[in-house]
């Protein structure tokens, strides 16, 4: 079967011979001598000659699409569009003279004289054309005799009549004697042949008997009786037919089919076990071979949408008028719609129709090509957007932006993948997640590793975001929330929930995420609770501050981590930062250790001791974060001390002016190129300043 570098070796050279067989038959040789493939591939790969001659020669002799010829001394291999090239037979076997002349179900004999006879009379010097009786009655040279359809009726065959020729037709000179000189019937020898009887076959075909009638207008010879003798005639003996040969069919050469396959990973697969232990096994490694493949043909006779694939020639094709038509629509309906929306009340068809799933696929596959539209849609529910719909979630944060802020979540520092089995990943039907402030404010929650296993994955390779349906059945509303999945360093999110939030819910509630029979559909509960008052920080956009507010609720609220003035009192001197700041973890971090850490030091030498749970808190209220991330930024940042005596207490002492400029010469110095977090634990970014009030 040979190796993998081998199997490699001739797949490129295949795909080489069909690019130069394009245009061939499916079933045509396609040759090429080695050399000229030893000098294509040594220069495209700059191999020794004489190496990669022999390796080819190898490899391709162990492979089944190729056969090795020798002419003249040069080497060439020969394949085709099909595979393995099967020379062409050109022994005829079963042709139309013989299929003619010895039919497999001859005709009986009442039917056989409408046919033209092929026997010949044993005569030398004259050869007429034999005209059969049939045509004879057609042009009128033969009157039908009465007698012949009595005989016919009584005997139940059809008897050819012998009529005596005009008198008017020349005939053939001496040594021909023509047949009405008044001879006597005695006397006239009358050549005739009688028909070998056809043996049936075993399967009960019927005996048809041939019978060939001498015409009266043929000429005869005559001989001369001797005077008072009388003649006996020998009967003749029947002449047997020559029975033809059949020859056997050729058989086509046959090839030894491979049953071993070989995955590119060099995994070793038996073709002969059954499809279901195949695909049990091996069924994604196989796909996704499956669709390189299709993807590497250069002639592109199958697309694909997603998992879903087509034949080229039968997508049907849409104008820009029909492109302009769905566009419209969108926008008049203005949000995303469904293919089948776009199906029944743009193209007006229906899922009875023979065509729909054909003209389905072509509109997912042609609006994907398409710039001005954006496919939003999960499996099972393809959704589409297009340009100059109403943004999901608003404009407060750029999408930008908030990747990198939740870039914690693919870098190693998410709380939930602890509470997650990846056995069991695709078994989670709800997902239970507590409000944070910015969650809360912003309407968003971080795409952690227990909503990616809850929500769909995305569809297409190059798919950014998608538009989910959430039901509110406690307020009997729904919402429209995008999902952003994670792209390279940057994290995911959900957005969309601002309203709902605001309206019915506040930090630290617990909300459930569940998931419906219907793909792109999910509900979203939360525990109710009786009324309750608070003064809950909250966020005035326009003067860009943070304060204290009266706020009635009626949902279900941790008390350790509601952001209320009775518990933080000095959550309203946090800094705003513009969201470009906010990435700044280590910066974010030491402004809130500054602003809502107790000082236990003096004036001169200020220090600040903080819980972990405030600082979970207060850090959420100008970016998210996960406890994990702050342990380890916390740990890596050289201003906090843990406590020894009390666990998740930390100390944190700012650094003076003169500390942040010898550190800054000491990172010129020690300057390293940088790395992503999710190699080694987060650094201490230097600024130049501190943080004041007059700041604002």
């Not at 005035?540 to 304060?547: I, M, Q, T, V, W």
């Amino acid at each position: 079967m040979g190796t993998v570098e081998q199997h490699d070796l001739a797949d490129e050279i295949y795909q080489l011979l069909i690019a130069q067989g394009t245009l061939f038959a499916l079933h045509a040789p396609i040759r090429q001598t080695l050399t000229n493939l030893t000098e294509f591939l040594a220069l495209r790969y700059q191999y020794d000659h004489t190496t990669l001659a022999a390796a080819i020669e190898v490899a391709l002799e162990a492979d089944p699409r190729f056969t090795r010829e020798e002419v003249t001394g040069e080497v060439r291999f020969v394949t085709s569009r099909h595979g393995a090239y099967m020379p062409r037979d050109d022994v005829d076997t079963h042709s139309f003279r013989q299929r003619l002349h010895e039919p497999d179900h001859p005709l009986p004999v009442d039917d056989i004289s409408v046919v033209v006879s092929t026997s010949r009379p044993a005569i030398t010097s004259v050869e007429p054309v034999y005209i059969s009786d049939y045509w004879q009655v057609q042009v009128g040279m033969t009157p039908v005799e009465d007698g012949g359809d009595e005989d016919e009726a009584a005997t139940g065959q059809f008897v050819a009549p012998i009529h005596e020729p005009d008198a008017s037709i020349d005939l053939v000179s001496s040594p021909v004697v023509p047949f009405d000189e008044g001879l006597p019937t005695a006397n006239v020898v009358t050549l005739a042949e009688t028909e070998p009887a056809i043996t049936a076959q075993a399967t009960g075909q019927q005996e048809a008997v041939e019978t060939e009638v001498l015409r009266p207008d043929m000429p005869q010879t005559v001989v001369e009786p001797v005077e008072g003798e009388t003649i006996a005639h020998a009967p003749v003996a029947p002449v047997t037919p020559v029975p033809s040969v059949q020859m056997p069919p050729a058989g086509r050469q046959t090839v030894e089919r491979a049953t071993i396959f070989t995955l590119p990973d060099g995994t070793m697969i038996d073709l002969r076990q059954p499809s279901e232990a195949l695909l049990a096994e091996h069924g994604s490694a196989m796909a996704q071979l499956l669709a390189d493949k299709i993807e590497q043909d250069p002639l592109r006779r199958i697309v694909s949408f997603g998992r879903y694939y087509f034949p080229e020639a039968n997508v049907v094709n849409l104008g820009k008028n029909d492109l302009r038509k769905i566009r419209e629509y969108m926008l008049e309906r203005n949000e995303p719609l469904l293919d089948a929306e776009l199906i029944n009340d743009v193209f007006y068809h229906n899922a009875r129709q023979a065509d729909y799933e054909g003209l389905r696929f072509s509109i997912n596959y042609r609006l994907h090509r398409e710039k001005d539209f954006e496919f939003v849609g999960v499996e099972g529910a393809n959704l589409w957007s297009t340009r100059g719909l109403p943004v999901i979630g608003g404009k407060r944060i750029k999408a930008a932006e908030m990747g990198q802020i939740t870039s914690y979540l693919v870098e190693g520092f998410d709380d939930s993948r602890d509470s997650i089995d990846e056995e069991t990943a695709t078994e989670v039907t709800s997902v239970t997640h507590q409000l944070t402030f910015f969650e809360w404010e912003y309407g968003i929650i971080p795409l952690d590793a227990a909503l990616a296993a809850l929500l769909p994955g995305p569809v297409l390779p190059d798919q950014r975001s998608a538009v989910l349906r959430f039901d509110l059945p406690q307020r009997y509303s729904q919402v429209l929330v995008e999902v952003r999945y994670p792209t390279g360093n940057r994290g995911g999110w959900l957005q969309g929930f601002e309203e709902f939030f605001h309206e019915h819910l506040v930090p630290s509630a617990l909300v459930t995420l569940t998931r419906t029979d219907e793909p792109g559909i999910f509900t979203l509960t939360y525990e109710e609770g009786n009324e309750s008052d608070e003064r809950i920080l909250t966020f005035d956009e326009k003067k860009n501050k943070l304060g204290f507010n009266n706020v009635t609720f009626y949902c279900a609220i941790d008390e350790d981590l509601l952001p209320s003035q009775s518990r933080l009192g000095r959550l309203n001197r946090l800094k705003a930062f513009p969201m470009g700041e906010r990435r700044k973890a280590e910066m974010i971090l030491e402004h809130v250790a500054e602003v809502i850490g107790e000082q236990v030091g003096t004036r001169a030498e200020p220090k600040y001791a903080i819980t972990l749970d405030d600082f979970f808190v207060a850090y959420n209220v100008l970016r998210p974060a996960s406890k994990r991330l702050l342990r380890s930024l916390i740990e890596h940042s050289p201003g906090f001390v843990a406590d020894e005596t009390t666990p998740d207490l930390f100390t944190y002492v700012p650094m003076t002016g003169t500390d942040v400029e010898a550190n800054e010469d000491e990172d010129e110095e020690q300057r390293e190129p940088e790395v992503s977090r999710a190699d080694v634990p987060p650094t201490r970014r230097r600024y130049g300043g501190r943080y004041d009030e007059d700041d604002e």
